[in-house]
């Protein structure tokens, strides 16, 4: 049933908000805010347009029993017929919704991921928060969205995963990634997509308990990188280096950078912040094979962190990395006898060395972006001939983190726990990744007869 209601009045500023303070328009009456009027289910929708816009689309007023105030939605529809199919539907989602307990104000993915976030963001790490906030922002909010929460279910979860894979396959997005200097991988990784259905699975498993959603969709990540042994899977390998291309790589990277006196400008020819930048990518490659930082947390160190002392009478340098990095507060430590010239030599070119000074910073002092040393280590690769690996993957920064495991497993230095411990991991990865260094170390007691 349908009632249509005059607008009287005179029509004045709206407020933010149509409940407050205002009558519902009885028997021809208006209190001036409402126009267009039509009364649905009998009194439990309000039908109206707004008198301040130029082009007045239709809002429904939604109330429900034993709950204090209005829902309002706009129909975002001038035809009245249209907006009247999408006052009832809504009417229906929100008094089912009503009926089992939950909350009406947050209908839709967009709304719920906002209200989780902001309750979540300050529990988790500044890594983590940059994270759930990126992966958000490219992926979970353009494909959910302002889809109503009653509609994702599990196949909807299943089209996302569809969608996300072939994401950065999709020629525009590989030239946003190219023109911002993205690292992206036309097939994302399982632990890429691991960590998106677990924070997928927080924010439902949080909106279940806070009576957000009722059911939650089964929210399972595909794995499409998958080697088989014996029938069992086993994570892709990752590209590093092996002994003999970390040799080649060290010496190639000297006579690379070469002598600072060649840089001397002009046209065509290579200046000082080139040199600079070399050196100080020269310097941080040796640093980071023997500490096997992330590259975040690399950005992150400062000289007060780095510091030595003495261990069976052998000098150690030891590294605290940031607590607000992916895995938290950790010590790293190599010989320092190896590794202190390394330090020396960025304390002399970037000229910044007080203790807040950060240890791997530009010209002017700054801590680096997170892809400043990617395209120079990129072009660094192919002139070594070293991109590549043998299966044809091609290297990245990270890769210096596993070359760092993989030489202190296949060198028996450290075990699989130890290991774990000095790199801010669990024991699990450490098998799940590095686990054919750990078969190669053990080759002749494999074989002996």
């Not at 719920?112 to 963001?121: H, P």
């Not at 304390?347 to 910073?361: E, H, M």
């Not at 210096?400 to 028996?412: K, M, P, S, V």
């Amino acid at each position: 049933m349908i009632r249509k209601i005059k607008s009287k009045g005179k029509t004045g500023k709206s407020p933010k908000n149509p409940s407050d303070g205002r009558k519902t328009p009885v028997n021809g009456k208006s209190e001036g805010f409402y126009e267009n009027t039509h009364i649905l289910r009998d009194g439990n929708i309000l039908l109206y347009t707004r008198p301040d816009t130029q082009k007045p689309v239709f809002y429904a007023r939604m109330k429900f029993p034993k709950r204090k105030g209005y829902i309002v939605r706009s129909t975002k529809s001038q035809n009245f017929a249209d907006a009247i199919i999408f006052a009832e539907e809504e009417y229906d989602d929100l008094r089912l919704r009503h009926k089992q307990g939950l909350n009406l104000s947050i209908t839709t993915f967009s709304q719920l991921w906002e209200i989780w976030w902001k309750n979540t963001k300050n529990l988790v790490s500044v890594h983590r928060q940059k994270f759930h906030e990126g992966t958000a922002r490219r992926y979970f909010l353009p494909f959910f969205g302002d889809k109503n929460l009653e509609n994702i279910r599990d196949s909807a979860i299943e089209e996302y995963w569809v969608w996300r894979m072939n994401y950065w396959k999709n020629e525009n997005k590989i030239r946003e990634a190219k023109k911002k200097n993205l690292f992206t991988r036309s097939t994302p990784s399982n632990q890429t997509l691991r960590m998106e259905g677990q924070s997928l699975r927080q924010m439902y498993n949080w909106s279940q308990r806070m009576g957000y959603v009722n059911v939650v969709p089964q929210i399972k990540s595909p794995k499409p990188h998958q080697t088989r042994s014996h029938g069992t899977v086993y994570a892709n390998r990752r590209p590093n280096f092996t002994l003999e291309e970390w040799e080649k790589l060290t010496g190639f990277m000297r006579s690379w950078v070469g002598n600072e006196k060649k840089y001397t400008g002009g046209k065509g020819k290579p200046h000082k912040l080139h040199y600079f930048q070399r050196e100080l990518l020269r310097n941080y490659v040796l640093i980071m094979g023997n500490f096997g930082f992330r590259p975040n947390e690399s950005r992150q160190i400062r000289w007060r962190n780095v510091s030595t002392f003495e261990s069976e009478g052998k000098e150690i340098l030891n590294v605290e990395v940031h607590p607000s990095t992916k895995t938290g507060s950790r010590e790293v430590y190599a010989d320092a006898k190896a590794v202190s010239v390394y330090f020396e030599r960025v304390k002399k070119l970037t000229g910044y060395s007080s203790p807040d000074d950060f240890v791997f910073c530009d010209q002017d002092g700054n801590q680096l972006s997170e892809s400043a040393f990617s395209k120079t280590f990129k072009k660094l690769l192919k002139d070594a001939g070293l991109l590549k690996n043998a299966e044809g993957k091609e290297r990245t920064l990270y890769s210096l983190r596993h070359t760092y495991a993989t030489f202190r497993i296949e060198l028996g230095e450290l075990n699989p726990e130890e290991l774990a411990d000095m790199m801010g991991t669990s024991p699990q990865n450490i098998y799940n990744h590095y686990r054919h260094s750990q078969m190669r170390k053990n080759a002749s007691k494999l074989t002996k007869r």
